[in-house]
């Protein structure tokens, strides 16, 4: 299991709800996924519900969480997902590069919302990468144009031309692209990537 949550507000303001939901993740994860004859989209739907809660108690209110968070299943190679208004997962594989959109609201803003958790199958050397909102929303400040943004099409570029089987590579190629275009370091706080590669 494998996710990437972007809570609202600065990481020092916000980290006893990041703690929550980390322990949530960990301890509900391992409960849920570890039966041989599970539902994994049922299980990733309660997940979420109960990430959801979660957030909300820690944060004693409302807070907006956007979040992707996945299974994967050795055996099978698939991928059970859900996307809580998260940027979209990209899924590259010999056909090219999918978007894995959201598929329910984020995560912290009402009490019983719900995502969906559709499954995918994954290929032998596809690349699921995930980057925050900070990634795509990176600004370059040109003298004769408006801030541009680097925007989803820039990291699926990057993506189809970078052809690594090295996840850590592929994530930190999006990264160092990003800076080029920013032309200021990395935010850690704002800009995240996170790969998956099937090896096998």
Known sequence: ??????????????????????????????????????????????????????????????????????CYHEKFGTLCYTNAGHTPGLLRDSTGVTELASTGLPLGLFSHATCDAPTVGLEKGAALLLVSRGVVEGKCKDDKAEDLEFGLDRVKDRLTANTSSNAQELAGSILNSVGEFTCEPIAPDDMTALCFIRTG
């Open 1 to 70: 299991m494998f996710g990437l949550l972007d809570v609202a507000g600065r990481r020092e303001n916000n980290q006893p709800i990041l703690t929550a939901a980390q322990k949530i993740f960990r301890t509900l994860g391992a409960e849920l996924f570890s039966p041989p004859d599970i539902n994994e989209s049922n299980a990733m739907s309660q997940l979420c519900l109960k990430l959801n809660r979660g957030l909300m108690e820690a944060a004693a209110g409302v807070i907006s969480c956007p979040a992707f968070i996945a």
